[in-house]
């Protein structure tokens, strides 16, 4: 499993629509092949920072959502919207995931 974490701060001025831009790519990419979770948060302490938590089951599925069609339209829409952002990839440890059905672990 593949995990995205990609932290963002906005403009003051663009702060209401960076969130309802967020919030309607995390319904769209959700629908991805293979996506297994893409959530927006929005820091309590500072309105202008975001973090989206984005997980994929594998590579393909990382490919997937990149070849979405709304993924190049959504980042140059958004990339004015913002003062800064910083994207990381994760990879799970084994056993470290567990899914809605819990599985045997191997030993």
């Known amino acids: 499993m593949l995990t995205i974490h990609c932290t963002?701060?906005?403009r003051p001025e663009n702060t209401a629509d960076l969130s309802a831009r967020l919030a309607i790519a995390s319904q769209t990419y959700m629908r991805d092949a293979g996506t297994l979770?893409?959530?927006?948060?929005?820091?309590?302490?500072?309105l202008t920072a975001f973090m989206i938590v984005e997980m994929f089951a594998d590579e393909a599925a990382k490919a997937v959502h990149e070849a979405?069609?709304?993924?190049?339209?959504?980042n140059a829409?958004?990339?004015?919207?913002?003062?800064?952002f910083?994207?990381?990839l994760w990879r799970s440890l084994e056993g470290g995931?567990?899914?809605?059905?819990p599985v045997e672990l191997k030993k």
């Not at 995931?97 to 059905?101: C, L, R, S, T």
């Open 8 to 10: 963002l701060r906005a």
């Open 86 to 88: 910083e994207v990381s």
């Open 77 to 84: 829409i958004v990339k004015p919207w913002l003062v800064g």
């Open 97 to 101: 995931y567990v899914p809605v059905e």
């Open 68 to 74: 979405n069609p709304y993924f190049k339209e959504h």
């Open 37 to 46: 979770s893409w959530t927006v948060h929005q820091s309590t302490s500072d």
